[in-house]
Each structure stands twice: as C-alpha cells, then as structure tokens.
C-alpha cells in the first residue's frame, strides 16, 4: 500500500471527527491521485461488507452467482442444507475460473480440468490423480469468505475477522423494516447502470447532502418537503428522511402512491438504501470504483411485481433522464476541479439542527475513511 503515514499526518490536519462544523474535507489529491485507489482497495474495500444480490438469486439449493470486489473473483452458491457460501472463484489446481454468471448446479466444477468441488467447497474429483505422491484431495478445499444475508441482501466480506454486518450496523435493519414493511415481498424488477468521470468518494459525497438540491434539483425539491428532511449519522450507516406528498411535484406523478416519505440511507462505505415515493419499491444503489477517477453505478428496483408499472416506470425515467443526469454533472464538474491546483480543501457547512442542508453526512463519511486507512497502516 503505498499510504504512508505523513498522508495521514496531512489528511487529519485539518479534521476534527466530533465537530463537523470546525473541520474541512478531505484533500484533493485523495481523489485523483493513482495510489489512493490502491489504498481504498486495501484499507475500505477489502475489509468491508459489499452488496452482491438478492436472495432470490439464490433460493435453492445449488444456485450460484459469480460477481467481482474489485477484481476478486467471487462466487456465492445455497449449499445442500440451505446455507449460503461464499469463495473465490479460483480453482485450487491451476486457478481457473469455477463458474460464470448464475445457474444452478450439484457440484461445481471447473471448466479446465473438470476438478470437481462440493457446494461447501470440498474437492470431490480430480481426473488422473490417483499415482500423484502427497496428493489428498480431502485436504482441498476452495478459499471461503464471509457471506451474510441482510434486510433480504446478500452481502460480502473478504476480511476474515470483520465482525458480522448484522452487529456493525446496529439498529439498520430494524429501521428499514420499519420504513419498509413489504420489504419481504419485493422482487427484482429493473436496473440502471451508470459510468461516471469521477471518483467514488465524490459520488458518495454528493449522495450524503442535500445543501445542494434547492439549487440543482428542482424537480426532486418540489417532491419532497425539504424542511422535514432530516439526517442522522450513527456508526457505519447514516438516515436521509423527509416527507414527500406533495402531488403537484414536478419529478414524477404520485397520485396513487402508497408510499408517501422519502426514506434513505447509506451503508458504509459504498451502499445506497432507498425508499421512494410511490408505490412499494425498494432502490439499491451500488457505488464501485472501477479508477482513480472513474466510477460505475447500478440501481437496482425491487417492486411487488417483477416489471415495473407505467407510474413506475415513470419515476425510473426520471431518476435515470433528469435526477442521475444532475448528479453525474455535479460530480465530474467537482472531479475537473480538484484537479487543479485551485482546490485542497472545503470546508463543511453544517445545520446544527442536523437538516439536509447540512454536510455533517458527508463529515461522517470522510472520517470512516481516515479511521479505515489509520487502521490499516497501524
């Protein structure tokens, strides 16, 4: 990792992780420059809970979905007695690929040399290995990770010790049951997928306030009530509420929505929760890096039904026609800027009453990421 210690000595200068409104952001250069990809790769995204799918990819048993962490090959597979697993897609012989995209299978075997592995990921078969010295194939088995399903989601960790997603995010889950009671009987509906010029950090920057939406967002400030939009940031996660009932918005139609509150939250480091107004619905939102300054986004539907209606599809159209558009040219006018030499650093304006006009969001996120690279380098 190429972080070293005088960064961080300069990345907390001028930081104080208990006043967001005495404290400015982080530098510039953690944004552009090469080697900070590398350190958010080994300090954050090695060592925390990342989004793969639903469940219902995964219902019975044999079912697999191959997927990438940031260039880790990974598979998660429902084994024989209804447990899910997770391993690298490696083969342990010449570390071929296992599996692609999603099916369904008894065992899983490579394509190469047709070894053969368990769905717990014990090898079972291995052609013309019989006269081979020291060779015990009850001594193979694939490389696991952590899995965890959560709030109806398949998660990952590729860090061995990291506590359960479950414990780090305290009462999260409980909170989105609240604000979702049809969570449980949502399916997949509908994706969108983004590629955007500028680095992640920045993307979750803008995700994390709304001190900028009166100005940039019109048609989102008519449909929600921005001043019942509240934030609360706590532990690894942190709430954007508001109501939003207002029918002559000009966003999208909500005569007949169900779901009347603007209910968001975001995961540490990468994860969006959303709740729209609406009809029932659910939005992930998956925020990956792909450069130092490029990044790819999805969003992902989930409705009572596995398409989206008219009056949905309308407010996917404009999330992804107006709403996503706004935001990409924020962010890739924010990634030009802290390429000069004209920006090291903002300072946070903040709301003492914690609304969405204040950054204090954007201050909770920037000090996980100084307390993951400190962690790292001790």
């Keep these: 990792m190429s972080l070293l210690q005088q960064d961080l000595s300069t990345i907390k200068a001028n930081f104080d992780p208990a ?4 404290s400015s952001s982080l530098p510039g250069f953690c944004y552009t420059q090469d080697r900070y990809l ?17 469940q219902e990819r995964l219902r019975k048993p044999g079912q697999y979905y191959a997927f990438d962490i940031q260039g880790q090959p990974l598979f ?20 071929h690929a296992l599996v692609q995209g999603e099916g369904r299978a008894n065992v899983i075997t490579c ?4 070894w053969a592995y368990s769905l717990d990921g014990e090898l079972k078969n291995a052609p013309h290995t019989k006269h081979l010295k020291n060779f015990d194939k009850r001594e193979i088995c694939l490389s696991s990770v952590q899995v965890e399903l959560f709030c109806g989601f398949v998660f990952v960790n590729l860090d061995p010790k990291a506590p359960s997603l479950a414990e780090q995010s305290g009462n999260l889950a409980q909170e989105i049951h609240e604000w979702v009671p049809d969570l449980d009987q949502l399916t997949f509906a509908h994706r969108l997928t983004f ?13 994390l306030e709304c001190y900028h939406c009166h ?41 007949d929505a169900s779901v009347t509150d603007h209910a968001v939250w975001w995961l540490w ?19 990956i890096p792909t450069g130092p300054e490029t990044t790819f986004e999805t969003y992902d539907f989930y409705f009572l039904q596995d398409h989206p209606k008219p009056s949905q599809m309308e407010a996917i159209d404009y999330l992804r ?14 990634q030009r800027g802290m390429r000069t030499p004209a920006f090291q650093q903002g300072r946070f304006v903040t709301d003492p009453e914690g609304s969405g006009l204040s950054e204090h969001g954007v201050h909770h996120f920037h000090g996980l990421v100084m307390e993951a690279y400190e962690k790292h380098l001790a």
């Excluded at 958010?40 to 060592?47: E, G, L, M, V």
């Design 38 to 54: 590398e350190a958010d790769r080994q300090a954050i995204f090695n060592k925390t809970w990342q989004f793969v799918c639903h």
């Design 76 to 95: 998660v597979v429902r084994n024989r007695d209804g447990d899910l697993r997770a391993f690298y897609n490696v083969c342990k012989h010449r570390a």
């Design 215 to 255: 100005v940039a967002h019109k048609d989102f400030a008519s449909l929600v009530e921005m001043d019942t939009y509240k934030v609360v940031t706590q532990g690894i996660y942190s709430s954007h509420m508001a109501k939003a009932g207002n029918v002559d918005n000009s966003a999208y139609k909500i005569d």
């Design 195 to 207: 590629d955007i010029k500028s680095n992640w950090k920045n993307v979750v920057d803008n995700f």
């Design 269 to 287: 480091p990468n994860i969006c929760l959303m709740r729209y107004p609406g009809e029932g619905n659910f939005i992930v939102l998956n925020v």
């Design 321 to 334: 026609d107006v709403l996503q558009q706004e935001d990409i040219d924020i962010v890739e006018s924010v």
């Design 19 to 22: 006043a967001a409104d005495d």
């Design 111 to 114: 394509p190469y040399h047709a």
